[in-house]
């Protein structure tokens, strides 16, 4: 040990200088890698999950001011939803509003000749069920029996109007009125689909 000393005490004061500058600059380096940086990428990511989180605490708080709103909100849509669901039959409800439009054939005066439903067409939500008809009656109780078809709870239009062949009965003129009456049905996303009801009618045998 005392010769070591002995060594390191001929060296020349600027070398001990220099390599004790140099001891220190590398254990320095050692510590900044081994224990600095890692930690200065621990605070860099702890920074980033904070603001994350601040950023996410904004938004919820905005979102609780406006709670009720969207409460508000939902239920107006849930309203609408309903008031169109009224005006939209479901699968068990349309034999009997088919049954409600042949039944104001007889209520408007005038006779069903043929009642026929085509094949469903479906649209988004919804699905068309046009009905093929010809009804005969003057032309009031042809007019009388779309009024009744139009004041209808349900949605049922009337297209394809076709007034033909007019005849002298009990000095009425009587006419055959071929038109399609079609009205529409709630279809859910997940709902199996039924038998279609295409081609079962009945026609008036002459």
């Given at each position: 040990?005392?010769?070591?000393?002995?060594?390191?005490?001929?060296?020349?004061?600027?070398?001990?200088?220099?390599?004790l500058?140099?001891?220190?600059?590398?254990?320095?380096?050692?510590?900044?890698?081994?224990?600095?940086?890692?930690?200065?990428?621990?605070?860099?990511?702890?920074?980033?999950?904070?603001?994350?989180l601040?950023?996410?605490?904004?938004?919820?708080?905005?979102?609780?001011?406006?709670?009720?709103?969207?409460?508000?909100?939902?239920?107006?849509?849930?309203?609408?939803?309903?008031?169109?669901?009224?005006?939209?039959?479901?699968?068990?409800?349309?034999p009997?509003?088919?049954?409600?439009?042949?039944?104001?054939?007889?209520?408007?005066?005038?006779?069903?000749?043929s009642?026929?439903?085509?094949?469903?067409?479906?649209?988004?939500?919804?699905?068309?069920?046009?009905?093929?008809?010809?009804?005969?009656?003057?032309?009031?109780?042809i007019?009388?029996?779309?009024?009744?078809?139009?004041?209808l709870?349900?949605?049922?239009?009337?297209?394809?109007?076709?007034?033909?062949?007019?005849?002298?009965q009990?000095?009425?003129?009587?006419?055959?009125?071929?038109?399609?009456?079609?009205?529409?049905?709630?279809?859910e996303?997940?709902?199996?689909?039924?038998?279609?009801?295409?081609?079962?009618?009945?026609?008036?045998?002459?």
């Amino acid at each position: 040990m005392d010769e070591l000393i002995a060594k390191i005490s001929k060296v020349p004061l600027a070398q001990r200088v220099l390599v004790l500058a140099l001891a220190v600059i590398i254990i320095v380096v050692a510590v900044f890698f081994t224990f600095i940086q890692p930690e200065n990428k621990k605070i860099t990511r702890f920074k980033r999950t904070i603001e994350q989180l601040d950023s996410d605490l904004v938004q919820k708080r905005a979102i609780a001011r406006n709670l009720s709103r969207y409460r508000v909100e939902v239920e107006r849509l849930k309203q609408r939803l309903n008031e169109a669901l009224t005006l939209l039959p479901n699968e068990a409800e349309i034999p009997e509003l088919l049954q409600k439009i042949a039944a104001l054939v007889e209520q408007s005066d005038c006779e069903m000749e043929s009642f026929v439903p085509a094949a469903e067409v479906t649209s988004g939500f919804y699905a068309k069920i046009p009905v093929k008809m010809v009804v005969e009656g003057n032309y009031h109780s042809i007019a009388v029996f779309f009024d009744k078809v139009s004041k209808l709870a349900r949605i049922v239009n009337v297209t394809n109007i076709k007034l033909d062949k007019p005849t002298l009965q009990n000095k009425k003129m009587v006419l055959k009125a071929q038109f399609t009456a079609t009205t529409f049905k709630f279809v859910e996303r997940k709902a199996k689909t039924g038998k279609s009801t295409a081609g079962k009618g009945f026609n008036k045998g002459k």
